[in-house]
């Protein structure tokens, strides 16, 4: 079975807004921004031999604020720009009760079973606390850089930034120096 990273898209792969009690996320390819900074870390997490999944709840798109067309084509530039496998989305509200909508691990499931990934030995990165739950309920490590989205439910790791999450990903996958195998976990479903 193969190894994932899945990897939040907002605030890891692209520029948001902060508001006052969330990230503002861009609504059009003119607001979209990558943070090119992100490339070297995902190119060695690909090169160690991990899938690049991308998750996200775009809630706009059920909202109207969204249109699906200009989200499409945010994804096609990412796909452009980082060595990713798939991008995995919701487009579902809060009240939806959707499966996939993080922080429900229902993306990190489909993803599994499409790409055959052993979820105990894959890895969550973000910034905020509904992907390490979706993380913790699917069985993967979670490492999140710090912000403040973390929230207080359980993560693995809070780290300053992304090249150091992505070190330790590579520490804690084997393929790192010293590297030390994740404790298997249970999956715990809600």
């Known amino acids: 079975m193969k190894t994932a990273?899945?990897?939040e898209r907002d605030a890891i792969l692209n520029e948001v807004r902060v508001g006052p009690k969330h990230q503002i996320t861009p609504t059009s390819t003119e607001e979209f921004r990558v943070i090119r900074d992100a490339l070297e870390?995902?190119?060695q997490l690909k090169?160690?031999?991990h899938l690049l999944i991308v998750t996200t709840n775009q809630p706009g798109v059920s909202r109207g604020t969204l249109p699906r067309r200009e989200l499409d084509r945010m994804h096609d530039i990412l796909r452009r720009v980082f060595p990713i496998d798939d991008l995995m989305l919701c487009t579902h509200d809060e009240n939806d009760r959707c499966p996939c909508r993080k922080p429900k691990p229902g993306l990190l499931i489909e993803a599994a079973f499409k790409w055959h990934i052993d979820l105990d030995r894959s890895f969550v990165i973000s910034d905020k606390w509904q992907d390490a739950e979706a993380?913790?309920?699917a069985g993967c490590t979670s490492l999140l850089v710090q912000s403040p989205w973390v929230g207080p439910v359980h993560h693995d790791f809070i780290l300053p930034e992304l090249a150091s999450v992505v070190g330790k990903v590579l520490q804690l996958s084997?393929?790192?120096a010293g590297a030390v195998k994740?404790?298997?976990r249970a999956v715990a479903m809600r």
């Open 5 to 7: 990273v899945f990897i």
């Open 41 to 43: 870390p995902l190119g």
């Open 47 to 49: 090169a160690a031999g």
């Open 135 to 137: 993380a913790r309920t």
């Open 174 to 176: 084997g393929a790192g």
């Open 182 to 184: 994740p404790p298997r």
